[in-house]
Protein backbone atom coordinates (compact mmCIF):
# COMPACT_ATOMS: atom_id res chain seq x y z
CA UNK A 1 0.00 0.00 0.00
CA UNK A 2 0.87 3.76 -0.93
CA UNK A 3 3.28 5.38 1.85
CA UNK A 4 3.04 8.59 3.54
CA UNK A 5 3.15 11.33 0.70
CA UNK A 6 3.32 15.31 1.34
CA UNK A 7 3.17 18.19 -1.24
CA UNK A 8 4.62 19.76 -2.53
CA UNK A 9 8.56 18.20 -2.03
CA UNK A 10 10.42 21.90 -2.19
CA UNK A 11 8.92 25.43 -1.81
CA UNK A 12 10.66 28.64 -2.26
CA UNK A 13 9.04 31.89 -0.75
CA UNK A 14 10.23 35.65 0.84
CA UNK A 15 9.84 36.39 4.54
CA UNK A 16 6.45 37.79 5.50
CA UNK A 17 4.25 35.21 3.52
CA UNK A 18 2.36 32.28 4.46
CA UNK A 19 2.88 28.57 3.40
CA UNK A 20 0.53 25.41 3.69
CA UNK A 21 2.02 22.17 3.67
CA UNK A 22 0.13 18.81 2.73
CA UNK A 23 0.39 15.61 4.26
CA UNK A 24 -1.63 12.35 3.41
CA UNK A 25 -1.27 9.39 5.56
CA UNK A 26 -1.02 5.89 4.73
CA UNK A 27 -4.64 4.29 4.04
CA UNK A 28 -6.00 3.25 7.27
CA UNK A 29 -4.03 5.19 9.43
CA UNK A 30 -6.52 8.11 11.74
CA UNK A 31 -3.16 10.05 13.26
CA UNK A 32 -0.93 12.29 11.40
CA UNK A 33 1.81 14.24 13.41
CA UNK A 34 4.29 17.01 11.59
CA UNK A 35 7.90 17.71 12.45
CA UNK A 36 10.08 20.50 11.83
CA UNK A 37 14.21 19.48 10.81
CA UNK A 38 16.89 22.15 11.17
CA UNK A 39 20.71 21.47 11.16
CA UNK A 40 20.75 23.43 14.71
CA UNK A 41 17.91 22.02 16.40
CA UNK A 42 17.60 18.64 14.87
CA UNK A 43 14.18 17.30 14.86
CA UNK A 44 11.37 18.65 16.32
CA UNK A 45 7.60 17.90 16.94
CA UNK A 46 4.85 20.22 16.04
CA UNK A 47 1.54 19.37 16.32
CA UNK A 48 -0.60 15.68 16.18
CA UNK A 49 -3.95 15.55 14.97
CA UNK A 50 -6.29 12.99 15.50
CA UNK A 51 -9.69 12.57 14.30
CA UNK A 52 -9.76 15.91 13.16
CA UNK A 53 -8.55 17.30 16.74
CA UNK A 54 -4.85 18.47 17.47
CA UNK A 55 -3.95 16.17 20.08
CA UNK A 56 -0.67 17.80 21.29
CA UNK A 57 1.46 20.76 20.13
CA UNK A 58 5.30 21.16 20.38
CA UNK A 59 7.05 24.75 21.48
CA UNK A 60 6.42 26.17 18.54
CA UNK A 61 5.39 30.16 18.30
CA UNK A 62 1.67 30.30 16.59
CA UNK A 63 2.64 31.27 13.48
CA UNK A 64 2.53 27.61 13.18
CA UNK A 65 -0.79 25.96 12.73
CA UNK A 66 -2.45 22.82 11.54
CA UNK A 67 -5.86 20.82 10.73
CA UNK A 68 -7.00 17.32 9.80
CA UNK A 69 -9.93 16.71 7.00
CA UNK A 70 -11.98 13.86 7.98
CA UNK A 71 -10.01 11.59 5.56
CA UNK A 72 -7.43 11.77 7.96
CA UNK A 73 -5.89 14.24 5.52
CA UNK A 74 -3.38 17.23 6.87
CA UNK A 75 -2.34 20.45 6.72
CA UNK A 76 0.00 22.98 8.03
CA UNK A 77 0.40 26.25 7.88
CA UNK A 78 3.00 28.61 8.25
CA UNK A 79 2.14 32.16 8.36
CA UNK A 80 4.51 35.54 8.68
CA UNK A 81 7.72 33.37 7.21
CA UNK A 82 10.86 34.04 9.27
CA UNK A 83 14.10 33.12 7.62
CA UNK A 84 14.57 30.49 10.79
CA UNK A 85 11.71 28.57 9.26
CA UNK A 86 13.66 27.33 6.45
CA UNK A 87 13.72 23.75 6.97
CA UNK A 88 12.51 19.87 6.35
CA UNK A 89 9.05 19.53 7.87
CA UNK A 90 8.28 15.98 7.84
CA UNK A 91 5.05 14.27 8.61
CA UNK A 92 4.03 11.37 10.17
CA UNK A 93 1.05 8.42 10.00
CA UNK A 94 0.19 5.86 12.50
CA UNK A 95 -2.58 3.46 12.83
CA UNK A 96 -3.79 5.39 16.50
CA UNK A 97 -3.06 8.24 18.60
CA UNK A 98 0.81 7.46 19.57
CA UNK A 99 0.90 7.08 23.26
CA UNK A 100 -0.80 3.44 22.35
CA UNK A 101 0.38 -0.01 22.85
CA UNK A 102 1.41 -0.47 19.13
CA UNK A 103 1.74 3.45 17.53
CA UNK A 104 4.77 3.01 15.07
CA UNK A 105 5.01 6.50 12.67
CA UNK A 106 5.99 6.14 9.35
CA UNK A 107 7.65 9.26 7.73
CA UNK A 108 6.66 10.88 3.98
CA UNK A 109 9.14 12.45 2.15
CA UNK A 110 9.29 15.74 3.47
CA UNK A 111 8.52 19.93 1.89
CA UNK A 112 11.93 21.24 2.02
CA UNK A 113 11.16 25.12 2.77
CA UNK A 114 13.49 27.49 1.46
CA UNK A 115 12.88 31.41 3.24
CA UNK A 116 14.88 34.14 1.65
CA UNK B 1 10.73 16.14 28.66
CA UNK B 2 12.95 12.67 28.07
CA UNK B 3 16.51 13.44 26.80
CA UNK B 4 17.67 11.22 24.25
CA UNK B 5 21.26 10.52 23.65
CA UNK B 6 22.85 8.81 20.77
CA UNK B 7 26.21 7.72 20.14
CA UNK B 8 28.60 8.24 18.73
CA UNK B 9 27.93 11.43 16.56
CA UNK B 10 30.05 9.98 13.86
CA UNK B 11 31.48 7.18 12.13
CA UNK B 12 33.64 5.85 9.61
CA UNK B 13 34.33 2.59 8.67
CA UNK B 14 35.63 0.50 6.12
CA UNK B 15 32.88 -1.61 3.64
CA UNK B 16 32.52 -4.94 5.35
CA UNK B 17 32.97 -3.89 9.25
CA UNK B 18 30.54 -4.15 11.57
CA UNK B 19 29.27 -1.46 14.09
CA UNK B 20 27.12 -0.75 17.40
CA UNK B 21 24.94 2.38 17.50
CA UNK B 22 23.47 3.13 20.90
CA UNK B 23 20.85 5.27 22.17
CA UNK B 24 20.34 6.14 25.59
CA UNK B 25 17.26 7.94 27.55
CA UNK B 26 16.43 9.05 30.38
CA UNK B 27 12.85 8.11 31.40
CA UNK B 28 10.71 4.70 30.75
CA UNK B 29 9.45 4.81 27.03
CA UNK B 30 6.47 3.09 25.55
CA UNK B 31 8.01 3.22 22.03
CA UNK B 32 11.14 3.00 20.85
CA UNK B 33 12.00 3.57 16.96
CA UNK B 34 15.23 3.58 15.12
CA UNK B 35 15.62 4.88 11.40
CA UNK B 36 17.68 5.90 8.65
CA UNK B 37 17.36 9.36 6.92
CA UNK B 38 18.96 8.89 3.35
CA UNK B 39 20.61 11.80 1.75
CA UNK B 40 17.13 13.30 0.41
CA UNK B 41 15.82 13.20 4.22
CA UNK B 42 13.61 10.53 3.72
CA UNK B 43 13.07 8.42 7.22
CA UNK B 44 13.09 4.92 6.91
CA UNK B 45 11.71 2.61 9.65
CA UNK B 46 14.07 0.44 10.71
CA UNK B 47 12.74 -1.02 13.75
CA UNK B 48 10.03 -0.48 16.33
CA UNK B 49 11.51 -1.89 19.55
CA UNK B 50 10.36 -0.60 22.84
CA UNK B 51 11.84 -3.81 24.42
CA UNK B 52 13.32 -6.95 23.14
CA UNK B 53 15.26 -8.26 20.50
CA UNK B 54 14.72 -7.94 16.37
CA UNK B 55 16.63 -8.76 13.70
CA UNK B 56 16.17 -7.91 9.99
CA UNK B 57 18.74 -9.39 7.26
CA UNK B 58 22.19 -7.15 8.57
CA UNK B 59 20.67 -5.14 10.83
CA UNK B 60 19.79 -6.10 14.41
CA UNK B 61 18.14 -4.35 17.63
CA UNK B 62 18.15 -4.44 21.19
CA UNK B 63 16.54 -2.41 23.64
CA UNK B 64 17.02 -3.01 27.70
CA UNK B 65 14.36 -1.15 28.64
CA UNK B 66 14.95 -1.23 32.73
CA UNK B 67 18.36 0.18 31.68
CA UNK B 68 17.28 2.79 29.68
CA UNK B 69 19.21 1.94 26.66
CA UNK B 70 19.23 0.79 22.79
CA UNK B 71 21.52 -0.47 20.49
CA UNK B 72 21.75 -1.09 16.42
CA UNK B 73 24.26 -3.32 14.99
CA UNK B 74 24.68 -2.90 11.55
CA UNK B 75 27.04 -6.33 10.18
CA UNK B 76 28.89 -6.16 7.02
CA UNK B 77 28.46 -2.73 6.22
CA UNK B 78 27.81 -1.86 2.78
CA UNK B 79 28.32 1.99 1.35
CA UNK B 80 24.27 2.14 0.94
CA UNK B 81 24.47 1.78 4.97
CA UNK B 82 26.21 5.11 4.75
CA UNK B 83 23.57 8.09 6.22
CA UNK B 84 22.07 9.42 9.59
CA UNK B 85 20.47 7.03 12.26
CA UNK B 86 18.32 8.46 14.90
CA UNK B 87 16.55 7.06 17.71
CA UNK B 88 13.37 8.23 18.64
CA UNK B 89 11.14 7.67 22.03
CA UNK B 90 8.24 8.29 23.11
CA UNK B 91 7.50 8.49 26.79
CA UNK B 92 3.92 9.28 28.19
CA UNK B 93 2.07 11.11 26.53
CA UNK B 94 5.24 12.86 25.40
CA UNK B 95 5.42 13.21 21.69
CA UNK B 96 8.24 11.31 19.70
CA UNK B 97 11.33 12.68 20.64
CA UNK B 98 14.83 12.16 18.36
CA UNK B 99 18.34 11.80 19.55
CA UNK B 100 20.52 13.91 17.77
CA UNK B 101 21.89 10.98 15.15
CA UNK B 102 24.57 9.08 14.18
CA UNK B 103 26.30 9.82 10.90
CA UNK B 104 27.62 6.67 9.38
CA UNK B 105 29.94 6.71 6.44
CA UNK B 106 31.40 4.06 4.89
CA UNK B 107 34.04 3.83 2.99
CA UNK B 108 34.71 1.40 -0.19
Known amino acids: KAGVTQTPRYLIKTRGQQVTLSCSPI?????VSWYQQTPGQGLQFLFE???????NKGNFPGRFSGRQFSNSRSEMNVSTLELGDSALYLC???????????????FGPGTRLTVL | GIQVEQSPPDLILQEGANSTLRCNFSDSVNNLQWFHQNPWGQLINLFY???GTKQNGRLSATTVATERYSLLYISSSQTTDSGVYFCAVESGNEKLTFGTGTRLTIIP
Open chain 1, 27 to 31: SGHRS
Open chain 2, 49 to 51: IPS
Open chain 1, 49 to 55: YFSETQR
Open chain 1, 92 to 106: ASSLIPTSGDYNEQF
